[in-house]
């Protein structure tokens, strides 16, 4: 696996232990141009960086050492992790994304995202479901690495999680007491960043991440039947 290296300068000085890297999170650039996304991903003043970056023909940029903390997750929560900078290795990939122009992603730079997953998880042991996006840790800001973004194909690479093939018919569906149930899952499943017991306004932004991720062609925010159901498979079906 070939790799060019750019050295970014924003990282944390501490040296971390192998056993504490247990996550992998993925994102997408957002900006115009690749050129622009190095500059600032390399420059002292933009204090943001990442591990790797994948560009749209494919090669690998490596930036920090995994030893170091890179600044590419920011304020953000998964089960009992907070900011998860410290516990992961952040991955960028180019793409415009939903500000400029968000592009499908290429297969070289999918090609390439698996093989660096597949050498990363075996050398940290980390585990599927320890594959995250960017949305999913920090869903009231984030919506990278998004709706095209092709979960499914990774899981079939035993690169994050996904559902199987589920039945949606014949299922009552009452709409209070689903929306209790749905976001209990989610609790289990590792979102954040809302009230199990109290539904706000801030919800549909959870719940567009979990779409995003899990149901891309029906990202609306709105908790239907199927957005429960899989809802329900993934929190009773993850090994943890």
Request: charged share 30%; aromatic share 12%; net charge positive.
């Amino acid at each position: 696996m070939k790799i060019i290296f750019v050295d970014s300068p924003n990282y944390s000085n501490k040296i971390r232990k192998k056993k504490n890297i247990k996550f992998i999170v993925i994102h997408y650039t957002g900006m115009q141009s690749e050129r622009a996304c190095i500059k600032r991903l390399s420059s002292n003043k933009s204090q943001v960086s990442t591990h790797y970056l994948i560009n749209r023909a494919g090669s690998i940029i490596k930036m920090v050492n995994e030893k170091r903390i890179a600044w590419h997750a920011g304020k953000s929560k998964w089960k009992n992790f907070i900011n998860l900078n410290d516990q992961s290795i952040g991955i960028e990939l180019v793409n415009k994304g939903h500000q400029f122009g968000y592009e499908n992603f290429p297969k070289k730079q999918i090609s390439k995202l698996i093989l660096l997953c597949e050498f990363l998880i075996k050398k940290y042991k980390i585990k599927k479901k320890n594959i995250l996006g960017h949305s999913d840790i920090a869903p009231l800001r984030k919506k990278d690495p998004g709706e095209k973004f092709p979960w499914e194909k990774l899981k079939k690479k035993k690169i994050g999680i996904w559902y199987k093939n589920l039945n949606f018919k014949d299922k009552k569906f009452n709409q209070k007491k689903i929306k209790k149930m749905f976001f209990n899952n989610l609790f289990k499943i590792g979102y954040r960043y809302f009230n199990k017991n109290k539904r706000t306004k801030k919800d549909a932004y959870i719940v567009k991440a979990f779409q995003s991720r899990f149901l891309p062609h029906n990202v609306t925010g709105i908790i239907n039947l199927k957005t429960y159901v899989i809802s329900h498979f993934l929190a009773h079906n993850i090994k943890n």
